[in-house]
T-cell receptor, first 116, second 112 residues
Framework: NAGVTQTPKFRVLKTGQSMTLLCAQD?????MYWYRQDPGMGLRLIHY???????AKGEVPDGYNVSRLKKQNFLLGLESAAPSQTSVYFC???????????????FGPGTRLTVL | RKEVEQDPGPFNVPEGATVAFNCTYS??????FFWYRQDCRKEPKLLMS???SGNEDGRFTAQLNRASQYISLLIRDSKLSDSATYLC?????????????FGTGTKLQVIP
């Protein structure tokens, strides 16, 4: 049981390049989330999904897109990377509403992204 | 006012000491509360949920004060391994929408 995994672990991009971050979970969780963490800012929610085929905007969605084609995967895309998107990105998942401990979040190990 | 606020610290305490952190939240309709631990360059991991009546897990005690809108974490007999950043998280649900807001974290350094 791997929990939540993220690929890649590290990436350096040039301004204007695009990339996709992949998050996978094997816990059969309904909810999945993408956060970014910056010094002094804490974890900020980018986008989230409450189920396969559905996504919603979080606190800081601009410049990012997401897709949840399969229940176990949640992809985060940067179409045209900017230096302001340099950050550590964490994916998380949690159980469906109504189940016990449904809002405990399990995090992946993170992706460190630098945009030059 | 931030939705969830924590003192960033650092709290430098000697081994064996007792240390307490508070976390204030602004949404009085918040429903559930958590403490996460985050080691340097690692992901956050759930330390404990915070229940209305307060709860204890070994050396860790969590309390909720709804009237004053804060949660607290007490660590007794601090160990070197407790050195980490402690994040509080507050969950609000309504109208099919769930929102978890994290504090920026309180850094704890336990000194030999």
């Amino acid at each position: 049981n791997a929990g939540v995994t993220q690929t890649p672990k590290f990436r350096v991009l040039k301004t204007g390049q695009s990339m996709t971050l992949l998050c996978a979970q094997d816990m059969n969780h309904e909810y999945m989330y993408w956060y970014r963490q910056d010094p002094g800012m804490g974890l900020r929610l980018i986008h989230y999904s409450v189920g396969e085929g559905t996504t919603a905007k979080g606190e800081v969605p601009d410049g990012y897109n997401v897709s949840r084609l399969k229940k176990q995967n949640f992809l985060l895309g940067l179409e045209s990377a900017a230096p302001s998107q340099t950050s550590v990105y964490f994916c998380a998942s949690s159980r469906r509403k109504g189940t016990t401990s449904y809002n405990e979040q399990f995090f992946g190990p993170g992706t460190r992204l630098t945009v030059l | 006012r931030k939705e969830v606020e924590q003192d960033p610290g650092p709290f430098n305490v000697p081994e064996g000491a007792t240390v307490a952190f508070n976390c204030t939240y602004s949404n009085s309709a918040s429903q559930s509360f958590f403490w996460y631990r985050q080691d340097c360059r690692k992901e956050p991991k759930l330390l404990m949920s915070v229940y209305s009546s307060g709860n204890e897990d070994g050396r860790f005690t969590a309390q909720l004060n709804r009237a004053s809108q804060y949660i607290s974490l007490l660590i007794r007999d601090s160990k070197l391994s407790d050195s980490a950043t402690y994040l509080c998280a507050v969950n609000y649900q309504g109208g099919g929408y769930q929102k978890v807001t994290f504090g920026t974290g309180t850094k704890l350094q336990v000194i030999p």
